[in-house]
């Protein structure tokens, strides 16, 4: 075990060195962690923690962790002596935490609250990425101050991972997120939106929810406020990430066939499994249409900036990924890189 002398006297070495912050991803290898590796990296030195599949992100070394098991959280913080950590760790899926609510419960609290404990330790500050669907989903715009009332099994985890962060860290910055997408750098697992970009490039037809209506970002935006905010230092705040509009995501699919130049004749719609926990009540907007709009006026006043409609952050996907406009027939869309 490392003792308490040493551990103060690595956190006075680090504070004392020279150059680009360090910051340590835990969960490098999933959709949000590799990505906001690949962004950040250009400005700080990054690491990551993966539990099974390596990620081969250049410039980031990742080594291997679980959550669940504090001593390996100790080394690699003691070791690494990162100036933030950032939790990407976790089981993100609304369905997959219905059927496994104890692994949904490890990974989503268990395993953030040991990360938290060592990140004080070692003085590093602890970034949480949260999201909207902590609330119920009533048809209002949600403020920070909002007490959180999921009826999911991953609200409700997120939901205890936000409390615990506010009622123990010393230093931390929470951003509660809409909905993001993007590219994952997983070979082995597509995310939602690469299979919505598969099936229009494929021309097959596509089923998607027209009742659950939220926010829709690009994940490089995530990565733009987050740097933001560490260059301004910012402490023990939470922030609600979220484009200005939300819609269902069966009208994302036709403003990205409008944008991506994609036949819109592929879409349909259809029912999204939104799996509640039985023993509570459900008071959210009626019938099952649900809503997570957040108000976002904080973080725009707080870090000056101006956050994107759908339209505008669709926009900045197509030109990110390189899209080209077709002058042939439709339903090829952009191509794959």
Sequence with gaps: MVSNQNDQDGAEE???SIGPKTILIVGVSSFVGSNLAEFLKKDYVVYGTYHKTKPCIPGVLALPCDVLLREEIQLVLYTLRPHIVIYAAGLSSIEDCAEAPDLADALNTVGLINVTEYCQRYKAQICYISSAFVFNGENRDYIEMDIPDSST???????ASEFY???????YVIFR???L???????LYMNWFEKMQRAFHNGQNIQLDNLILTGYMDISYLGMIMKLAFEREVTNRL??????DVMSIYN???LYA???DESESLLGKGRFNFPRISSVSDTGASGDEKSFKMDISNAEGFLNLKLPSIEDSLKLTFYRLHGEKKQHKKGKGITFI
Excluded: D, M, W
């Design 239 to 244: 922030f609600q990430i979220c484009t200005s």
């Design 252 to 254: 994302f699919g036709q």
């Design 153 to 159: 099994t991953y609200g409700k985890t997120v939901a």
């Design 14 to 16: 680090r504070e004392a």
């Design 177 to 179: 997120c809409c909905r």
């Design 165 to 171: 962060i506010q009622k123990t860290s010393l230093n």
């Design 181 to 187: 997408y993007g590219r994952g750098h997983n070979p």
């Design 258 to 260: 409008s944008i991506f």
